[in-house]
Structure formats: structure tokens, C-alpha cells
Nanobody
Framework: QVHVVESGGGSVQAGGSLTLSCAVS????????MGWFRQAPGKEREAVAA????????YYADSVKGRFTVSEGIGKNTLSLQMNDLKPEDSGMYYC????????????????????WGQGTQVTVSS
């Protein structure tokens, strides 16, 4: 059974920074994508950033380009999201996702390709 655990959320003021971490266990195959998604109250879940493991490919939503950096951890099946210059609209529950059968630019920012999700970590940015 695959377990996905996020950590690192919190409350910050606008302009501040946070780093989210994701640890995955129980995977028996290499996921083609690992990604971060977020969901604010009353809104749909949206993609934030993703990586194609084993490559240098990273993908970002337009709203976070230049402010967020996604990276694989040194340990296998770990993922980080460095978030800088945070804005109130970045607030929400952030989810880590893995166990994707397909990878690359056409898939890694699409929630439908991921089979395993964490419980989420809350990020709150105040103005």
C-alpha cells in the first residue's frame, strides 16, 4: 500500500516563504510524475508544480512560476516545494501526489493521472 505524507505547511504573511515536503513509501514501481496540487475552500483542486522523476523536467502552473521551486529529494520518493513571495491567493490545502502511469508535460500537471495522494498540509498566507 502506498503512503504519501506531506509536511511543512503553516501560516505566513504575504511575501514570506515556506517549504513543503512529501515522503512516499510503499511504491513498487517508479512513478512517472510526482506533483503538488492545492485546493482552496470553495474552489477546485489545481495543479501547482510537478517533476518527471529521473529527469530534469519540472512543470509549473503559470500562477507560481518564478516563485515556487519543485525538486526531488535526495532520498528516493521524496518531493519538496520551496515557496517564496507567497500571496494570499496561495492559501489552501496542499496535496502531494504520486503513482502516475504516464509522465511528461502532457500529464504531470493533471490530477487524473495520479493514483495516490496524501492527506494534505495547510498553507495560510495573510495580507
Amino acid at each position: 500500500q502506498v503512503h504519501v505524507v506531506e509536511s511543512g505547511g503553516g501560516s505566513v504573511q504575504a511575501g514570506g516563504s515556506l517549504t513543503l515536503s512529501c515522503a512516499v513509501s510503499g511504491l513498487t514501481t517508479t512513478s512517472k510524475c510526482m506533483g503538488w496540487f492545492r485546493q482552496a475552500p470553495g474552489k477546485e483542486r489545481e495543479a501547482v508544480a510537478a517533476v518527471y522523476p529521473g529527469t530534469t523536467s519540472t512543470y509549473y502552473a503559470d500562477s507560481v512560476k518564478g516563485r515556487f521551486t519543485v525538486s526531488e529529494g535526495i532520498g528516493k520518493n521524496t518531493l519538496s516545494l520551496q515557496m517564496n513571495d507567497l500571496k494570499p491567493e496561495d492559501s489552501g490545502m496542499y496535496y502531494c501526489a504520486t503513482e502516475a502511469q504516464y509522465g511528461g508535460i502532457w500529464y504531470c500537471l493533471r490530477a487524473v493521472v495520479y493514483k495516490s495522494w496524501g492527506q494534505g498540509t495547510q498553507v495560510t498566507v495573510s495580507s
